[in-house]
Every structure is written in structure tokens, then in C-alpha cells.
């Protein structure tokens, strides 16, 4: 069982900067992920980081965000630049403690509780 709790959103205007923390119960040897739905709309998978390192970036916020991860290892981090108005969304923290590699596949059995972000133009 992994429980994660989100924090960091609030608004924004566009052109601005957010950082999103969630912090786990579990040291984090395993994918992690963010995730985002809008009013409205399917959820999104944003981006998610291996146990070893290797990320993944949805094409919609390529080279605007970055996940980490902080040591010792029970903390992810999604830095948000040049955020825009359609990155208006509820952002949730995922993990999979069954899953090492090819995070950026499949569901994810664990989340947190989300944390809103809003943009205004």
C-alpha cells in the first residue's frame, strides 16, 4: 500500500511557474507519474520517471515541465514553466510499486488525492 499526497497547485497567470510535490509513504524504487484531467476531458498522463532515471514527457509539455525525483527518494517534483491556460487542470501524483521500467505505459493502481492548477490568460 502507497499512499501519496499531492501539494504545490494553486493559479497562475500564463507565462508563469508552479512546482508540484508528492510525497510518498514508500521510498520511490519504483515508476512514478503525473497525471492531469480537466473539467470535461479524459484524463492525461504528463509525465513519469523509472526507477532508474528515465523520463517521460507527454508532446503537450515537452521542454516546459520536469519531473524529478528527491532524495531520499520520497519525493516527486513537477516543475511547471511557461504554464498555459490549457494546462488548467486537477494534477495527480501515481505510483506503481509493481513497475521499475516502461513507466509510460499502462495504468497506475495507487494515487493521490490531486492538487488544482489554474492558468489565466
Known amino acids: 500500500q502507497v499512499q501519496l499526497v499531492e501539494s504545490g497547485g494553486g493559479s497562475v497567470q500564463a507565462g508563469g511557474s508552479l512546482t508540484l510535490s508528492c510525497a510518498a509513504s514508500t521510498y520511490m524504487h519504483y515508476c512514478m507519474a503525473w497525471f492531469r484531467q480537466a473539467r470535461g476531458k479524459v484524463r492525461e498522463r504528463v509525465a513519469t520517471i523509472s526507477r532508474y532515471g528515465e523520463k517521460f514527457y507527454a508532446d503537450s509539455v515537452k521542454d516546459r515541465f520536469t519531473i524529478s525525483k528527491a532524495r531520499p527518494l520520497d519525493t516527486l517534483y513537477l516543475q511547471m514553466n511557461s504554464l498555459k491556460p490549457e494546462d488548467t487542470a486537477m494534477y495527480y501524483c501515481?505510483?506503481?510499486?509493481?513497475?521499475?521500467?516502461?513507466?509510460?505505459?499502462?495504468?497506475?493502481?495507487?494515487w493521490g488525492q490531486g492538487t488544482q492548477v489554474t492558468v489565466s490568460s
Open positions: 501515481a505510483a506503481d510499486p509493481g513497475r521499475e521500467i516502461r513507466c509510460y505505459q499502462n495504468d497506475y493502481p495507487y
